[in-house]
């Protein structure tokens, strides 16, 4: 696909906060930009049908998005809130190309704005954003940094807080961010013979919490073991 030139995507950025300023929460943006955006993602998504690999799709969407940047940055500077099917489906496809920075700052706009996903998800944000963020980590995509993981999840875990989801997609939540807490213990204090430092403590009886906050709200979560084995490790460094 041709990248645009720069001139195009200024074209583009001013017409999307233009389209995107014109529509008020609970309202649909409109605009013949915004028309055009909707062709080419439809013809992008058959591109993506087409493909059977998965791996194959991620690669297909990490090439496509850049078309895509202007109209985002257009309509998060500009936007009022109007439902803006481009902006939610690129929020999914930078979760699924592991844009995961890019992802989030599309989400803040969604989830204040109360917006939704296309039919085709059949899920609301909220809940794709707890499903989505929490198997990136737990299926390897987002551990390889555990402290930017933290993060994220934190974040993620902050912004739907209030919002009703599904208990078994808050429990993959909270189990994921354990994980990758008790994976900055691993950066931090090395050895799990070792007693832990006051830093990575912190981490360690969060981590904790979140294992239960799993397990309070979903019993099949998975878990029992690793809060046996992190509170053995808590009751051995209070005793050093």
């Known amino acids: 696909m041709r990248q645009p030139t720069p001139a195009q995507r200024h074209q583009a950025r001013t017409l999307a906060r233009m389209a995107a300023g014109l529509s008020e929460p609970g309202t649909t943006t409109t605009g013949s930009q915004y028309e055009l955006m909707l062709y080419q993602l439809a013809e992008d998504r058959r591109r993506l049908k087409q493909l059977q690999s998965i791996k194959s799709k991620i690669t297909l969407k990490k090439e496509l998005l850049p078309a895509y940047q202007a109209w985002v940055d257009g309509a998060l500077a500009g936007g009022k809130g109007g439902q803006d099917d481009v902006l939610t489906t690129v929020l999914v496809w930078n979760i699924d190309a592991g844009e ?18 296309p039919d085709q998800y059949q899920r609301d944000i909220p809940t794709m954003l707890l499903d989505e963020f929490s198997g990136a980590y737990l299926n390897g995509k987002l551990a390889e940094d555990p402290l930017l993981a933290v993060r994220i999840l934190s974040e993620v875990s902050e912004l739907t807080q209030r919002k009703d989801t599904p208990d078994q997609a808050r429990a993959k939540l909270y189990k994921a961010l354990a994980y990758a807490q008790i994976a900055v213990i691993g950066l931090e204090n090395g050895d799990e013979k ?9 981490n360690a009886k969060a981590a904790n919490d979140n294992l239960h906050k799993a397990l309070e709200l979903f019993a099949g979560v998975g878990v029992k073991k690793d809060i046996e084995k992190l509170e053995r490790r808590l009751k051995k460094s209070a005793a050093t």
């Not at 803040?108 to 109360?114: E, L």
Request: proline residues 0%; hydrophobic residues 60%.
């Open 100 to 117: 995961f920075e890019q992802a989030l700052q599309i989400a803040r706009y969604a989830v204040q704005f109360n917006m939704t996903l």
């Open 194 to 202: 070792t007693a832990l430092s006051n830093v990575a403590l912190i």
